[in-house]
């Protein structure tokens, strides 16, 4: 009887809340109470690259941000979704893909990129080729080989869906879903996706792993600069004598550019395997072979790879330790990113 | 703090009862010629200065940020708030809507010329989501690389290598920018902004000139123009395809319009 009597709660709850405006108000400021994450920056790191003053977080605004992430109807066919290629165990990059398939099973060619932090980024893609957060899911979405539909298209069904409508609605008020709100409520989730409580920094590392990290800071952290890990520069890092992509230099123009790529963090490099633009190694002790003895010469390598890092076998299992603290379990569990109920 | 209240009340109110200005405009009225002859999408046939036939399917472009230009040199630019896009203009051959734009809040007086970005400022095109004119779903972006396609010129010519005969232009991006200032002069007649008069600008905006004006171009050589360096020549010449073909001052009538 009890239960019964809590099913019904939720149908009274919607009744009370229909015939009452003060009671609605409440409800959406306790929503908005929710813990949703917000544009914070952890202590000691760099101000963001995204201003997100001109899109505040809100508890309705994630939501529907999330949900639109994960919604497969944004492809053209509906089969593919955002979450398809970015997998929050993964740290949001596509575990045992070297690259993606999205409509018809079409392969990509390159790595989906582990989606976190990304308000520090500068630009987008493995290229730099998107300047601003808000715009970059556009670039899957209308890729023939990933989502392969038009912004035109997944706004007519947006807005011929009831619930989105009232989600619109919640999250930046009356008016007609356009680009611009569909754009700007995907950033409020893919903007606050952040990972910043590995051990790493917690501090909690053991010897060996500390030892990896002295290791760490004196060949890697140049590039993998702390604390994001990255320096968000383009760089060659030998992985081919002539690359087949042109990366940075298709973006710059620049033919010295021809097979450069963003250096991509390491926080949760353990979970995002496989690795490098194009996926071609798939544990970290390959990426570390490579780094000491398979660096191949070319016009866009960068001199400080010039003939490989001085890591012995010991010392490379070392860095592997370090790299394997650098995994944010908080992160990849957190329930505020994963697949909402229908 | 209410002590503040009522005396900027009466200032709004006291501003808001003042003569208010009727809000004067120019319009500009665009028509797309190739040399003498008015084009007409798809089944016109036109001849470039190199020879070449072709067929123009798609043209588009923005003109952004226009400003008039008093007969004292000064210039009148139009306001706008920050986020707004009005000041951005899509111009789409297929649309006839929008061959027609309005400077809107001039003052009263005698202007010389009008200017205007073809194109768009490197501020906006490396903004954020934005809608108007601007909005990404208009198809101007492009989405693999960020950036706004300043003119799409479309076709087809018996001499283009390219599969259908098709040739394509997409001019945007660039460093430096291949968005372009044009500055029209009106002619030995001023435009007259008063309250009796409405003025219409018409511009008579040259697809051929886009082909040749500056730098001659062969569909033959260049089918497809859609990355900075190549499409660099072609916005040199669409900086030149326009013309202000004649003005036009009509009575206003009352209450707008």
């Keep these: ?342 | 703090m209410s002590r503040l209240i009522l005396p900027i009340l009466a200032l709004a109110l006291g501003l808001a009862g003042c003569t208010r200005a009727p809000e004067l405009d120019v319009e500009i009225d665009i028509s797309h010629v190739v040399g003498s002859e008015p084009l007409r999408l798809d089944d016109g046939v036109y001849r470039d200065a190199a020879g070449e036939d072709f067929s123009v399917s798609r043209l588009r472009y923005y003109l952004s940020l226009p400003r008039l230009r008093r007969a004292d040199g000064s210039w009148f630019e139009p306001l706008h708030p920050a986020e707004s896009a009005e000041a951005y203009h899509l111009v789409d051959e297929a649309r006839a809507d929008s061959r027609r734009l309005r400077i809107a809040g001039v003052p009263a007086g005698e202007y010389t010329g009008v200017e205007f970005l073809v194109g768009v400022d490197e501020a906006r095109n490396h903004a954020g989501a934005q809608t108007g004119a601007l909005d990404p779903a208009r198809g101007m972006f492009w989405t693999w690389k960020s950036g706004y396609i300043f003119l799409v010129l479309e076709g087809k010519s018996p001499q283009s290598p390219a599969p259908g005969g098709r040739f394509s232009y997409h001019l945007g991006g660039g460093e430096p920018s291949l968005a372009r200032r044009v500055y029209l002069p009106f002619g030995e007649r001023p435009v007259r902004v008063e309250e009796r008069l409405r003025p219409t600008v018409h511009l008579a905006v040259d697809v051929g000139a886009l082909l040749s004006a500056v730098n001659p171009v062969r569909i033959a050589q260049l089918p497809e123009a859609m990355d900075p360096v190549s499409a660099r020549p072609l916005a040199d010449n669409a900086a030149a395809m326009f013309r202000v073909d004649h003005l036009h001052h009509e009575p206003r009538r009352r209450g707008g319009g």
């Design chain 1, 1 to 342: 009887m009890r239960r019964r009597a809590l099913a019904l709660l939720p149908l009274l709850l919607v009744l009370l809340l229909a015939a009452n405006g003060v009671l609605r108000q409440r409800l959406a400021d306790f929503v908005e109470s929710f813990p949703t994450p917000r544009a914070a920056v952890p202590a000691g790191w760099p101000a963001p690259q995204y201003d997100f003053s001109g899109n505040p977080v809100t508890a309705s605004g994630f939501e529907l941000g999330r949900r639109l992430f994960h919604d497969p109807r944004l492809s053209l066919d509906g089969s593919i979704s955002c979450a398809s290629c970015h997998q929050q165990f993964a740290a949001f990059a596509h575990l045992d893909h070297r690259v993606s398939h999205g409509l018809h099973g079409a392969n990509g060619t390159r790595n989906a990129p582990a989606l976190f932090n990304l308000a520090w980024q500068p630009a987008l893609m493995w290229d730099g080729a998107i300047h601003n957060l808000e715009l970059q899911p556009l670039a899957p979405l209308a890729n023939p080989v990933e989502m392969g539909e038009t912004l035109e298209g997944v706004l007519v069904k947006l807005r011929a869906d009831a619930g989105y409508r009232r989600r619109f609605e919640a999250a930046f008020g009356p008016g007609e879903i356009d680009s611009r709100r569909m754009l700007l409520a995907l950033t409020q989730f893919i903007g606050t996706l952040r990972s910043a409580d590995s051990r790493y920094d917690r501090g909690e590392l053991s010897a060996r792993e500390r030892e990896g990290l002295a290791l760490f800071r004196r060949h890697c952290a140049t590039c993998h600069r702390e604390p994001l890990f990255t320096d968000y520069s383009y760089r060659g890092n030998g992985l081919d004598a002539d690359s087949a992509d042109a990366g940075r230099g298709a973006i710059s123009g620049k033919a010295a550019e021809r097979g450069r790529f963003k250096v991509p963090s390491l926080r949760n490099v353990a979970v995002t395997a496989p690795y490098m633009h194009d996926g071609r190694f798939d544990t970290l002790s390959q990426v570390l072979r490579h780094y000491a003895s398979g660096i191949r010469d070319s016009a866009a390598l960068d001199p400080a790879l010039r003939g490989g890092l001085a890591l012995g076998p010991e010392q490379q299992q070392a860095l592997v330790a370090f790299l394997e603290t650098l995994t944010d379990e908080a992160f990849l569990q957190d329930a505020r990113y994963a697949e909402p109920l229908p």
